[in-house]
């Protein structure tokens, strides 16, 4: 069950950024993040009296989510939405799927987790796989603008640790959607903070930016909420590779609606590589 959470939460995560590429066409990364993490967090908040069980609360497990708030998934939001803006959904999303190599390593240090040979194995593949993906997009991208590379280097370096850390507070508090919840409401002051001390706010030039944030919002809320969910119930090295597979989605996605990759040879060999890299994961 865990393995099928953990792809629906890379699917989601996937989608959101070809949907977040729409978006910025009309408002930029900021204003995006200031509508998709307190959409996502209304719908939450909505959905609190049906999900939300508060039995067995823990404090410090709450803290240890609120923390994690604090930095995903507001600033992962913001840098991956200004490396979509400058870079592109695939070279981003690449560059993001390095995020396993910090979530093993962090639950390795931290959680004292004991990652097996399988694990290590599956997540270079996937990384590999992934960076086969990108490589002739990275590069053209690299030798005009290199240093917005470290965006989504940022952004892979929280999202992969904010998994081990929430990993160690599920343990004290195994409640994925409480997790969740938090993460969002606080990440939402964060990123309303920000948007509020800007001097000047573009508007929209219509509707149609706000519902892709709105959306993106919505797929990225319920990609977080399936990955708790796997980590509440697997260790970290056997999520994290199966996460970090998202790229994959966007760019199939990006390819057919947004017509920045060519299929070829490349992208073949890097995605049955990803995939491979997960089968013998989960065939474990």
């Not at 904010?162 to 993460?183: E, M, R, S």
């Not at 000047?200 to 319920?222: E, I, M, Q, S």
């Not at 996460?243 to 890097?270: F, K, N, S, W």
């Amino acid at each position: 069950m865990a393995q099928v959470l953990a792809g629906s939460s890379a699917f989601c995560f996937g989608t959101a950024i070809v949907t977040s590429r729409f978006g910025l066409r009309g408002i930029d990364a900021r204003a995006g993040a200031a509508i998709s993490i307190p959409g996502a967090a209304l719908l939450l908040l909505v959905a609190s009296p049906f999900f939300l069980d508060v039995s067995g609360f823990a404090f410090q497990a709450a803290l240890v989510f609120g923390v994690v708030g604090l930095l995903f998934p507001a600033l992962v939001a913001v840098l991956r939405f200004h490396a979509t803006e400058r870079l592109g959904s695939t070279v981003t999303g690449a560059v993001m799927g390095t995020g396993p190599l910090f979530a093993v390593g962090a639950a390795s240090v931290w959680l004292n987790e004991v990652v097996p040979a399988r694990a290590v194995l599956a997540t270079l593949g996937v990384v590999g796989g992934i960076g086969l993906l990108s490589c002739k997009t990275a590069a053209s991208v690299s030798a005009q603008r290199g240093w917005w590379l470290a965006l989504p280097i940022a952004a892979a370096v929280i999202a992969g640790c904010a998994q081990a850390t929430i990993k160690g507070g599920l343990l004290l508090w195994p409640n994925p959607f409480a997790a969740t919840l938090i993460c969002y409401c606080v990440s939402s002051v964060i990123v309303l903070a920000i948007d509020a001390l800007r001097k000047a706010k573009p508007a929209p030039r219509a509707a149609k930016p706000l519902l892709w944030f709105a959306l993106t919002g919505a797929l990225n809320g319920a990609g977080v909420l399936s990955m708790y969910a796997a980590l509440n119930s697997a260790p970290v090295s056997s999520v994290a590779p199966i996460v970090a597979a998202y790229p994959l989605i966007t760019l199939l996605l990006g390819a057919v609606l947004l017509r920045e990759e060519a299929i070829d040879l490349r992208v073949i060999a890097g995605a049955l590589l990803t995939v491979a890299a997960i089968v013998y994961l989960v065939s474990a």
